[in-house]
């Protein structure tokens, strides 16, 4: 599923070097399924990564987009993944 690969991939952006805040763009269904259900672990993976992660939910794409990107203390982003599915 969509949420699951996205916590897979957060967990290797919250660990890039210098990596202060990661941001997850995905559709909504998916979003609030990330803060309700999985609220626990991405709480640890903050914690143990000392970042700040950032969960943005649309309701203009389909279920399988997603954008992860690792954001520097400079604000450089580096992008982690792209599954852009538009409806």
């Keep these: 599923s969509v949420a699951i690969e996205a916590i ?3 967990i290797t952006a919250a ?4 990596t202060e805040e990661v941001a997850i ?3 909504q269904q998916v ?3 990330l803060n309700n259900k999985k609220r626990k672990e ?3 993976i903050e914690d143990e ?3 700040v992660v950032r969960i943005n939910a649309r ?3 389909g279920p399988e987009h997603m954008i992860i ?3 520097d203390g400079s604000g450089g982003e580096t992008k982690i993944s792209v599954l852009a599915d538009s409806k």
């Design 8 to 10: 897979r991939l957060l």
């Design 25 to 27: 763009e995905v559709e």
């Design 69 to 71: 990107k690792a954001i």
């Design 15 to 18: 660990h890039r070097k210098n």
């Design 49 to 51: 990564a000392e970042v």
């Design 42 to 44: 991405i709480t640890r």
């Design 31 to 33: 979003a609030d399924f």
């Design 59 to 61: 309701t203009d794409v």
